[in-house]
């Protein structure tokens, strides 16, 4: 069965920061893009990052790019999302998602995800 698993959320101060990790199994793990998403107490989820294992094409949504990386271990199929100078408003739950579709094809569009983990919590206080 697939199954996506998130790990490494925290409670931070503003200016810390977290590894989160995401281990797949279930699927070809290397024709999927698997990404990550974010949603707010009382917010729509976003997208944060994603790479594409197939078409090597990585994306960062504006609001993160300098200050996260986002990486890949082929071999324990296990996606990272690396935080830097975390802030308040990186507060939310942390989502890993997946889809068979190169990342050119899905990018940060949450809607075209068919796979999801069930999220870790990461919270910024000031």
């Known amino acids: 069965e697939v199954q996506l698993v998130e790990s490494g959320g925290g409670s931070v101060q503003a200016g810390g920061s977290l590894r989160l990790s995401c281990v797949a199994s279930?699927?070809?793990?290397?024709?999927?893009?698997i990404g990550w998403f974010r949603q707010a107490a009382g917010k729509k989820r976003e997208g944060v990052a994603c790479?594409?294992?197939?078409?090597?094409?990585?994306y960062y949504a504006d609001s993160i790019r300098d200050r996260a990386i986002v990486s890949v271990d082929t071999g324990k199929k296990t996606v990272y999302l690396q935080m830097d100078n975390l802030k308040p408003e990186d507060t939310a739950i942390y989502y890993c998602?997946?889809?068979?579709?190169?990342?050119?094809?899905?990018?940060?569009?949450?809607?075209?995800?068919?796979?999801w983990g069930q999220g870790t919590q990461v919270t910024v206080s000031s």
């Open positions: 998602a997946a889809d068979r579709h190169g990342a050119q094809a899905v990018g940060l569009s949450e809607r075209l995800y068919d796979h």
């Open positions: 279930g699927f070809p793990f290397a024709d999927y893009t």
């Open positions: 790479i594409g294992n197939a078409d090597g094409l990585l």
